[in-house]
Nanobody, 119 residues
């Protein structure tokens, strides 16, 4: 069982940066792939980025590639999303998720943190 708590959201001007953090409880954290998703008003939740259990492999949605960076600290049980060059279309609630295995999928979710980018 893993519990996830996001933080770091807020209001930022277009072109600015934010760093989201996700704190995880549970000893299994270091064995799970982790991901970030987002949901804008009136839209479905979409994938943003993921990172392998070791941190050696990352993958990004095309819309954020080159601007966002996902990382993790398996000692501190945290995963991060550094967001640079923010755009108004990045405005959304951002969710942290944990994936025990590819078969099980994204099983654990945080409550989300709001990111608002003003133009």
């Amino acid at each position: 069982q893993v519990q996830l708590v996001e933080s770091g959201g807020g209001l930022v001007q277009a072109g600015g940066s934010l760093r989201l953090s996700c704190a995880a409880s549970g000893r299994a954290f270091s064995s799970y792939a982790m991901g970030w998703f987002r949901q804008a008003p009136g839209k479905e939740r979409e994938f943003v980025a993921r990172i392998s259990w070791s941190g050696s492999s990352t993958y990004y949605a095309d819309s954020v590639k080159g601007r966002f960076t996902i990382s993790r600290d398996n000692v501190m049980n945290r995963v991060y999303l550094q967001m640079n060059s923010l755009k108004s279309e990045d405005t959304a609630v951002y969710y942290c998720a944990a994936r025990p295995s590819t078969i099980e999928g994204w099983t654990y979710w945080g409550q989300g943190t709001q990111v608002t980018v003003s133009s």
